[in-house]
């Protein structure tokens, strides 16, 4: 079975989508459609602008969004039977599965991208990377810090060995030290601003709430994996209630793919810049790629 996957945050990069307007008319209309939705020249400063002005907050998740999903309109083949994404990811998957029209989809990412900024701004927090060490040692730590350093949490579970979590500055910064010392290869704060995926989001959460009670969503043309619990869904109203839950709930990805496999997924296409999926679906699954 063609599961399709779509990246999150981090994916972007200078140039990106510029090779889909050059070469697809159709790709180079929705480009200006996005243009005229957000109320600036997103695809210019995604065709022409330094890593600088694609890493601010207005501007990232949008242009992740818009390539990953022109990218999935324009394909050659397109024949999806599941779907997921990477946090951010899930409402590029939302909508090239037709959940979400393109404009609503991209005004939910873009009401999601000012929600985090301002949650950002109202709380010192940050992420780090953690490699080679049991999940559940990482959630042990992570537990005990939290009872005396403030907040820290498994957030992202990206693959065996690769976990990432999410927390207070003061909270992340021991956690690491005390994964180090449990035998982490790497414990490494991450050059982001905020919390994401943990409880730190909520005033996040809220804001965004209210933009996806006014979007409309119907059935999607095939199940998709949504990162709260990792299991597949088509209803409309449990598609909604997860993604009021997304920005304070860990992504759950090793799960999903994990999922996805046991219900059929042999092979697996990602839509979007860069291939950071398909690296972690190797750890998880390298058997598919015998």
Same mark, same amino acid.
């Given at each position: 079975?063609?599961? !399709?996957?779509?990246?999150?945050?981090?994916?972007?990069?200078?140039?990106?989508?510029?090779?889909? !307007?050059?070469?697809? @008319?159709?790709?180079?209309?929705?480009?200006?459609?996005?243009?005229?939705?957000?109320?600036?020249?997103?695809?210019?400063?995604?065709?022409?602008?330094?890593?600088?002005?694609?890493?601010?907050?207005?501007?990232?998740?949008?242009?992740?969004?818009?390539?990953?999903?022109?990218?999935?309109?324009?394909?050659?083949?397109?024949?999806?039977?599941?779907?997921?994404?990477?946090?951010?990811?899930?409402?590029?998957?939302?909508?090239?599965?037709?959940?979400?029209?393109?404009?609503?989809?991209?005004?939910?990412?873009?009401?999601?991208?000012?929600?985090?900024?301002?949650?950002?701004?109202?709380?010192?927090?940050?992420?780090?990377?953690?490699?080679?060490?049991?999940?559940?040692?990482?959630?042990?730590?992570?537990?005990?810090?939290?009872?005396?350093?403030?907040?820290?949490?498994?957030?992202? !579970?990206?693959?065996?060995?690769?976990?990432?979590?999410?927390?207070?500055?003061?909270?992340?910064?021991?956690?690491?030290?005390?994964?180090?010392?449990?035998?982490?290869?790497?414990?490494?704060?991450?050059?982001?601003?905020?919390?994401?995926?943990?409880?730190?989001?909520?005033?996040?959460?809220?804001?965004?709430?209210?933009?996806?009670?006014?979007?409309?969503?119907?059935?999607?043309?095939?199940?998709?994996?949504?990162?709260?619990?990792?299991?597949?869904?088509?209803?409309?109203?449990?598609?909604?209630?997860?993604?009021?839950?997304?920005?304070?709930?860990?992504?759950?990805?090793?799960?999903?793919?994990?999922?996805?496999?046991?219900?059929?997924?042999?092979?697996?296409?990602?839509?979007? @810049?860069?291939?950071?999926?398909?690296?972690?679906?190797?750890?998880?699954?390298?058997?598919?790629?015998?």
């Amino acid at each position: 079975m063609n599961a !399709y996957v779509f990246p999150g945050q981090g994916a972007q990069f200078t140039g990106m989508g510029k090779d889909l !307007y050059d070469s697809n @008319p159709k790709a180079a209309e929705l480009f200006t459609r996005a243009d005229m939705i957000l109320g600036f020249s997103l695809s210019k400063i995604m065709f022409e602008g330094t890593a600088e002005e694609l890493k601010r907050t207005k501007v990232t998740q949008p242009a992740v969004f818009v390539h990953s999903v022109i990218a999935a309109f324009c394909a050659e083949e397109f024949n999806p039977e599941m779907a997921a994404g990477h946090s951010l990811g899930e409402f590029s998957a939302l909508t090239a599965m037709g959940a979400l029209s393109f404009e609503d989809g991209l005004k939910l990412v873009s009401a999601r991208a000012m929600a985090m900024q301002a949650a950002c701004e109202e709380q010192p927090s940050t992420m780090a990377a953690v490699l080679n060490l049991p999940d559940d040692t990482v959630e042990e730590i992570c537990a005990r810090i939290s009872q005396t350093e403030g907040v820290v949490i498994p957030a992202n !579970y990206n693959c065996p060995g690769q976990l990432v979590i999410s927390g207070t500055i003061a909270a992340v910064e021991a956690a690491c030290t005390a994964l180090k010392e449990a035998g982490a290869k790497r414990a490494m704060v991450l050059p982001v601003g905020g919390a994401f995926h943990s409880p730190l989001m909520e005033s996040a959460r809220k804001a965004l709430e209210a933009a996806i009670d006014k979007a409309e969503i119907v059935r999607p043309a095939c199940p998709v994996y949504q990162n709260v619990d990792a299991r597949p869904h088509t209803n409309p109203a449990e598609i909604k209630a997860n993604l009021k839950r997304q920005l304070t709930s860990p992504v759950l990805w090793s799960q999903t793919v994990k999922n996805m496999i046991t219900d059929g997924a042999t092979r697996f296409t990602e839509f979007g @810049p860069g291939n950071v999926l398909q690296g972690m679906i190797k750890k998880i699954a390298p058997e598919l790629f015998i």
